[in-house]
């Protein structure tokens, strides 16, 4: 029997620019992959049965057989339902959810499980899943706004999104992205409360609907950050310049977005964090999405080990339940393997 895996890594995202066609900027802005936390799903045929409402005998289950989370499971089938509506025939499918992203806490797990889903069906039924990941996220109705997540998951690295097309806001055109490559001695630390989410579904929906663009001044201040600063930095390995660029990309957006979420941080507690470290000259933090999860950059490996026990000493000390943790990014796409009977191994 043919398995295949799906192992995703997780996307940060530090900020929507909601500018004018004008300006170029029509909800463009700059993320970033990690290896972790990260998607990782297990499909296989479910016996040998085609039959028209095959989609209902779907098998979802935990690692080694575990019950998973309800909601997740109708999350799936959900968008197992949506691929359905443009497939030749149905299918008979295993699922098994081995690792996850949490949700609604900054990390792009929606878009991810959603791509991971979709290209891992099509590896497993071949040309009876017709697509790409652009082509899925919009069947699916992911990157409605921005597609971070979307070219992340396809390429990894550091994305810049210069925003949507003004002629054809639908089709992603080759100019609209800037893929640049993480420096792998570089870590990146992650802070969140273990009990709030961060604005999502018919909330986000609705406030967009509902937002003003931004002030002419404030895209410009943003893409002056994101040119001379992030790109360079990047480009040149300058680990200095990265961080504090990071963080005043990561203030201008946070101002624009206070009003719906509090504050530059959408968590009080977060915000007097960034301003702890900033008084002990560590700069970069950065809220991914609308958080609460926070972005700290490291140098290396010994310096994140550092800054994550003087963060935990200081979450202790204020009786604050976060979770502290360090990541590598990550440079490359989704990993897709495949097993066959045949070959017995991975490729």
């Known amino acids: 029997m043919m398995q295949v895996d799906v192992i995703t890594g997780s ?84 699922l098994e959810l081995l690792r996850e992203i949490p949700r609604h806490v900054g990390f792009g797990s929606g878009t991810q499980l959603a791509l991971a889903v979709s290209v891992g069906l099509q590896t497993l039924c071949g040309p009876d899943v017709q697509g790409n990941p652009e082509a899925f996220a919009s069947r699916l109705k992911r990157a409605q706004r921005s597609s971070i997540g979307t ?7 550091f994305l810049i999104d210069f925003g949507k097309s003004q002629t054809t806001p639908s089709t992603e055109s080759a100019d609209r992205f800037q893929r640049i490559r993480i420096p792998e001695v570089w870590r990146f630390l992650t802070i969140r409360p273990l009990d709030r989410s961060g604005l999502c579904g018919e909330s986000e929906r609705q406030y967009f ?3 003003a663009t931004m002030p002419g001044q404030l895209v410009a201040n943003m893409d002056q950050i994101i040119r001379r600063g992030i790109q360079p930095a990047l480009e040149q390995q300058n680990f200095d310049l990265f961080a504090r660029s990071l963080s005043e990309y990561g203030n201008l957006a946070g101002t624009f977005y206070s009003s719906e979420q509090g504050g530059i941080f959408s968590d009080p507690s977060i915000a007097e964090l960034a301003e702890f470290l900033a008084r002990n000259s560590i700069v970069g933090t950065a809220q991914s999405s609308w958080g609460p999860a926070v972005c ?15 963060i935990t000493n200081y979450a202790t000390s204020h009786h604050y339940h976060w979770l502290v943790e360090v ?21």
Do not use: K
């Open 209 to 211: 609907d509902r937002a």
């Open 151 to 157: 070219i992340g998951f396809e390429r990894g690295g």
């Open 327 to 347: 990541h590598r990014p990550q440079n490359y796409g989704a990993t897709i393997r495949i097993q066959t009977p045949e070959s017995r191994q991975f490729f």
């Open 296 to 310: 700290v950059p490291a140098q290396n490996a010994e310096s994140a080990e550092q800054l994550r026990e003087t």
């Open 11 to 94: 996307r940060l995202h530090f900020g929507l620019i909601c500018g004018t066609p004008e300006s170029g900027w029509v909800y463009g802005g700059i993320g970033m992959m990690l290896r972790t936390p990260g998607w990782a799903l297990r499909l296989t045929h479910n016996g040998d049965s085609r039959s028209s409402d095959a989609a209902t005998q779907d098998e979802i289950v935990g690692h080694q057989g575990s019950e998973p989370d309800a909601a997740l499971v109708v999350r799936i089938r959900e968008l197992l339902s949506q691929l359905s509506t443009s497939m030749p025939r149905s299918w008979n499918l295993r």
